[in-house]
């Protein structure tokens, strides 16, 4: 049977790698794999958070191919399940370290292998979240995001993530969110956060938008086009004053849409702020996000992680 | 004149011959059914299903409810059993890759210092077939001491240090 995937492949073979199905496995498949029973790998989950099942649409845990395959091969040789569970984290945080070195070397051939490979073990999600995002940070930690090296791997990071984006299925549940992009270009430090928030949220299967925050002008189409449920403003590189200008005329055409911030300090918000912070993990923000389409107050753990705030 | 009992000096526990192996949990140290580890399939605990089998000397082997800990030939902690868990007040995830000389120090007066430990765990962890005793306290605590014995683990190359609580 043709798929979309091959399909994709055919017309676009350089973006096949999104299409590249990440292995699941189901409990029964995980624990023969293991030689282990369905309880004990429970217990391992409990114990030891190792390895994190997925949850399909139904609730059923699936677990990644990767991820398993790397504590069997752990275990033959480990002195304790805490050991090979640690050895078999390890090696899946090698693909940070090879993406870096990649990155570091002006190698961007290299940096997709990287991240194909990553893909190959996790979700899209985990691979932005564990893999592609840290690797960006340690990138402007070494070299600092005024370096040639932050220019050529922020540029491979936003295209990879600009990429993945349109690989994304069509929107297919009702809502969108319409994102305010308030970073300062495309080598702003934040620029990768922000394409995450887009694809994480673009995944979800709601519309969604980006738009500078300085190009306020005709907004209001945009906005009777989207028909957005919330508006999130990613980015601390545009002034403030910038993002207020924004803010009105979102307001002004769209009503009392509700607003969040994401990546956007200070850290101690204004008590006469009446703008949600969202939390910096891209998947709790697009959780959280989500959550405001539906009107509920955003949660995660029974906590409210941010807090709504009045002007009175 | 009162008579004093004469303080002197008793010589160091000769090694012990290691004797056949036999396999336990590295958690929960039970046995297997049978006694032996499958020879194909899981090396994991089909009691407690948080331990791998491991092999000692059955002189060394702790018993069930034992405080044992597994290290290897860096002297890095990879295993704490249960018991130890509880003794030592520490979880097996946080004790592991800390040296063994971080949470165990000796605590006998007839013993030449930490390299004494150490020597023997790095002995016992190459493969010497032999089990030693020696006097430990936790290393954050005064007054608490453990008779311990030393020996070979594997498959994988390790040192077990087996605590005896009394």
Redesign the interface.
């Known amino acids: 049977m043709c798929t979309k995937a091959c399909m994709v492949a055919q017309t676009c073979p350089e973006l096949v790698l999104f299409w590249t199905e990440m292995r699941t496995l189901k409990t029964s498949e995980a624990a023969a794999m ?4 369905a ?2 790998l429970r ?2 989950e409990r ?2 958070d190792y390895p994190k099942p997925q949850r399909t649409a139904g609730k059923h845990r699936v677990y990644v191919h990767g991820e398993v395959a790397a504590l069997r091969d752990a ?12 050895r078999a984290r390890e090696s899946l945080r090698s693909d940070t370290h090879i993406l870096v070195g990649a990155l570091a070397s002006f190698e961007p051939e290299r940096a997709d292998g990287a991240l194909e490979a990553a893909l190959a073990m996790r979700s899209v999600e985990r691979t932005v979240e564990e893999v592609l995002l840290p690797s960006m940070a340690e990138l402007a930690r070494r070299a600092g995001t005024d370096s040639a090296a932050w220019a050529i791997g922020s540029r491979w990071a936003t295209d990879w993530l600009r990429r993945a984006q349109r690989m994304t299925p069509p929107p297919a549940r009702p809502g969108a969110i319409l994102i305010g992009d308030a970073t300062g270009d495309e080598l702003d430090a934040e620029a990768p956060l922000v394409r995450a928030l887009e694809l994480f949220v673009g995944r979800t299967g709601i519309r969604v938008a980006s738009v500078p925050v300085a190009r306020h002008s005709g907004v209001a189409d945009l906005l009777r086009a989207l028909q957005p449920g919330a508006v999130l403003i990613a980015g601390r590189s545009a002034s403030d004053e910038a993002v207020a200008r924004f803010a009105y005329a979102v307001r002004a055409a769209g009503g009392s849409l509700p607003l969040a911030l994401f990546s956007r300090g200070p850290e101690e918000e204004s008590p006469t702020s009446t703008l949600l912070h969202l939390p910096l993990s891209v998947s709790e923000a697009t959780a959280q996000a989500l959550a405001l389409l539906d009107g509920a107050p955003a949660r995660a753990g029974g906590t409210v992680l941010f807090t709504e705030r009045s002007n009175s | 004149m009162s008579a004093h009992r004469a303080l002197h000096v008793i010589g160091s526990p000769a090694a012990a011959p290691a004797g056949p192996h036999v396999v336990f949990c ?2 929960c140290a039970k046995p297997p059914a049978g006694g032996v580890a499958p020879e194909v ?4 605990c089909a009691s407690c ?4 089998l ?1 092999e000692a000397p059955e002189a060394l082997a702790p018993k069930p409810r034992d405080a044992f800990l ?1 290290v ?1 030939r860096s002297l890095a902690v ?3 059993s249960k018991r130890a868990e509880k003794l030592l007040g520490l979880r ?2 946080d004790a ?2 800390q040296r063994v000389t971080d949470l165990l120090v000796p605590a006998d007066a007839e013993a030449a210092g930490p390299h004494h430990l150490s020597a023997l765990l790095v002995e016992a962890a190459s493969g010497a077939d032999e089990v030693t005793e020696a006097v430990v306290r936790p290393a954050d605590e005064f007054g608490v001491r453990f008779a311990a014995r030393i020996g070979p ?1 594997g ?2 190359p ?1 040192a077990l240090v087996v605590l005896d609580l009394g």
Request: glycine share 14%; proline share 2%.
């Open positions: 293991l030689n282990v029973s309880n004990t217990a391992w114990r030891f275990l033959r040789d480990g002195l304790s399940i805490s050991s090979a569970v640690s | 590295s958690h399939g899981s090396r994991v299903g948080l331990g791998l491991l597994v290897d990879q295993g704490l097996e995830i592991l890759d683990c498959p994988t390790g």
